[in-house]
């Protein structure tokens, strides 16, 4: 390429050059842009499998799936170690780590971007309230299984400190050898420009490079973006390659036509859809006009679609946006906008998008005022286990540890009992914990609970028609008081 048409030197002609010039070598640590399939240097870790680089230890807040993104580093195990929030539904990711074939350490999805974007700041360490009174203080949380299953490395404990009367956790900021990131634009210095919520953690990954390669999908003259719409300065990017890959989308979700509206009321809701739809109707009460509320994956999610009239809150979502629109229609999906649970959305007038780090920020700094999420177990005094079971199933924290520690109102929406008839809502959880004495309010099909979280205990405020105190009990373990002014379970 002639000097005019690349002044800076970082315009590469394919990502094999542009890994070549890098000098990266075997055992590296790579930090990988990207959230689910949404803005992933798909083309950059191609050419990364095909090389003889391996042994690896990636940062990304996931691994793709089983044939897609990281996903493919993984089947060619050429990634001795995994740094990342969740393994969601890569089957292949789980069934290394289980069988201790990969290593891989959780961390908190917001956590994970600060350490990042401090790396790239060249702060060495923060403090941060998240995961707070959990096994990621603790440590000896399982990095990699013994071939018998047994903990053949555990994770670090963090220490920790009081700031005005509030506990926090020490976190070491993460730097890279090499960082791969996507962009839809670049100019020949390397200012970078994102579609959407493609922009996630491909930020904080070119900050946190020592060499870091843009993968984009157009490459402009300098000037040609405003200075305003540049997104990443170019002061971090050290190649760029203009890459033409096919974009995927992990969960197509669609709004439906509106002329099946008439014909899908015919069809009669199951016992569970109407379990759930129970649920969200109360759980939407909680949601005031002007808040900004984040709605956790599956079942949360729909409470939205009963606010009480005259109600508008702006929905966020923790992969970068504020204002969440309702889901596409079939044929108008974009594969650069997605929300949290991987879905196709859409904006709405008023909407933002901004990366991870700005993401969190919002999320720790206590700007969203309530957040509803799922549980597998809530304890009587507030503490909930939501993310994982030890030795069977393995999703990670994502964001919800992040969440749920920042100070904000939590409410919990979940089945009362699982599949098998067992209480969900105990003296104590059994499994890790997601957050230490956070749940403010517990909706099931059942009961309404708020948690007296300075007594440590349950008040039954609201329940079902047909159900007396009685059967709630015998459904639930924990101890609980029952409200003087106990009231029929209410619905938006």
Request: glycine residues 10%; aromatic residues 6%; contains cysteine.
């Amino acid at each position: 390429m002639s000097t005019s048409a690349n002044p800076y030197g970082k315009v590469r002609v394919s990502a094999e050059e542009a890994l070549e010039v890098s000098e990266v070598k075997s055992g590296a640590k790579v930090l990988v842009g990207g959230f689910g399939l949404c803005g992933i240097p798909m083309g950059c870790i191609q050419a990364l499998n095909k090389s003889d680089i391996q042994d690896l230890t990636v940062v990304s807040n996931n691994c793709g799936v089983d044939n897609w993104g990281l996903g493919v580093l993984l089947q060619s195990k050429k990634i001795r170690r995994m740094i990342s929030s969740y393994v969601g539904e890569n089957a292949e990711f789980e069934r290394q780590y289980l069988s201790g074939e990969l290593e891989v350490e959780l961390t908190p999805q917001g956590t994970l971007a600060e350490r990042l974007r401090a790396g790239g700041a060249g702060i060495p360490a923060f403090y941060t309230p998240t995961a707070y009174g959990t096994v990621i203080m603790d440590g000896g949380f399982p990095v990699k299984y013994g071939k018998d299953g047994s903990v053949e490395i555990g994770s670090e404990p963090r220490e920790s400190r009081e700031f005005d009367g509030r506990a926090y956790i020490m976190e070491k900021a993460i730097k890279g050898e090499l960082a791969l990131v996507k962009a839809a634009k670049a100019d020949t210095y390397g200012n970078l420009y994102f579609n959407g919520t493609a922009r996630n953690f491909n930020p904080e990954c070119a900050m946190a490079g020592k060499f870091t390669i843009a993968e984009v999908e157009e490459i402009v003259d300098v000037g040609d973006l405003k200075p305003e719409d540049i997104h990443v300065p170019g002061v971090y990017v050290n190649a760029i390659v203009k890459m033409h890959v096919e974009k995927k989308i992990e969960r197509v979700t669609n709004s439906k036509p509106k002329d099946t509206s008439a014909q899908d009321e015919t069809k009669a809701p199951s016992e569970t859809a109407l379990r759930r739809e129970r649920i969200v109707r109360r759980a939407a009460l909680e949601l005031k006009n002007g808040m900004n509320v984040n709605l956790g994956i599956g079942m949360p999610t729909l409470a939205s679609n009963y606010l009480p009239e005259g109600v508008h809150v702006m929905l966020q979502s923790e992969n970068g946006l504020l204002g969440m629109g309702p889901y596409p229609y079939p044929g108008e999906e974009d594969p650069d906008l997605i929300n949290a649970g991987k879905e196709t959305v859409t904006t709405l007038p008023g909407s933002s998008i901004f990366s991870s780090g700005e993401s969190f920020a919002m999320i720790r700094g206590s700007h969203i005022d309530v957040t509803v999420l799922g549980a597998l177990e809530v304890a009587e005094n507030g503490d909930l286990a939501n993310w994982v079971i030890p030795g069977k199933m393995v999703k990670g924290m994502g964001g919800a540890m992040d969440l749920v520690s920042c100070g904000s109102r939590v409410v919990v929406t979940m089945d009362h009992c699982s599949k098998k008839g067992a209480a969900k809502i105990l003296k104590e959880c059994s499994l890790p914990l997601t957050g230490k004495g956070i749940v403010d309010l517990i909706i099931t099909e059942m009961a309404v609970f708020e948690v007296d979280k300075a007594k440590g205990e349950l008040i039954l405020t609201e329940i079902a028609d047909g159900l007396s105190v009685e059967q709630v009990r015998e459904k639930t373990e924990a101890a609980f008081k029952v409200s003087d002014n106990l009231q029929p379970m209410r619905a938006a």
